[in-house]
């Protein structure tokens, strides 16, 4: 069964202190590895797609990577507006239904 | 670029009573998936449709059905409300064949 499990569930940072976020997944034949945003109450942001293990792409203070087994969402130097739930997903086919994880909570503190 | 809508925002039934959520995809995408979150986890996925048509489903019960519509809105219906119903109910949107799933507002429905 296809599965997708993110740590930690809660994340507290200070203001610039830089911390990683981790996805790691159990799909055969993936397709897209997908990181969103979700602020309370409201839907998922979207963020970034990764394809293959080894690519890489960022926006502003995210950078997000990929190997053959997890993914990786860096928060370098954090803002208080960074706060907020980072869900990660994985698809098999084209337009196809995405498996989320659970989510981490990330609370950054001026 | 019209991004996706849904309504209502809020929704307060009774168990046992049928609720109709609905979506607007955002402009120029054909294919709706609806996704069930419960308070603290992940969205699951309930089921697609493109052209009308359910195109994969999830593990939820028959009494949650789907609608798309030629201008490619969509409605969800759930049957026979159960307090575990309880959830915000999320529509994305994308092209056929492109994997990135567009997310609209969501509507929190709340069973008692």
């Known amino acids: 069964e296809d599965q997708v499990t993110q740590s930690p569930e809660a994340l507290r940072l200070q203001e610039g202190e830089s911390s990683s976020l981790n996805c790691s997944y159990t799909?055969?034949?993936?397709?897209?590895l997908f990181w969103y945003r979700q602020d309370p109450g409201k839907g998922p942001e979207f963020l970034f797609t990764l394809y293959s293990a080894g690519e890489e792409k960022e926006k502003e203070r995210l950078k997000a990577t990929l190997t053959k087994k997890e993914s990786f969402l860096h928060i370098t130097a954090p803002k208080p507006e960074d706060s907020a739930t980072y869900l990660c997903a994985a698809t098999k086919a084209a337009g196809n239904k995405l498996t989320f994880g659970g989510g981490t909570r990330v609370l950054v503190k001026p | 670029e019209t991004g996706v809508t849904q309504s209502p925002t809020h929704l307060i039934k009774t168990r046992g009573q049928q609720v109709t959520l609905r979506c607007s995809s955002q402009s120029g995408h054909n294919t709706v998936s609806w996704y069930q979150q419960a308070l603290g986890q992940g969205p699951q996925f309930i089921f697609q449709y493109y052209r009308e048509e359910e195109n994969g489903r999830g593990n939820f019960p028959p009494r949650f059905s789907g609608l798309q519509f030629p201008n490619y809105s969509s409605e969800l219906n759930v049957n026979a409300l159960e307090l575990d119903d309880s959830a915000l109910y999320l529509c994305?949107?994308?092209?056929?064949?492109?994997?990135?799933?567009?997310f609209g507002p969501g509507t929190r429905l709340t069973v008692l």
């Open positions: 994305a949107s994308s092209l056929v064949g492109n994997n990135e799933q567009f």
């Open positions: 799909v055969s034949g993936l397709r897209g």
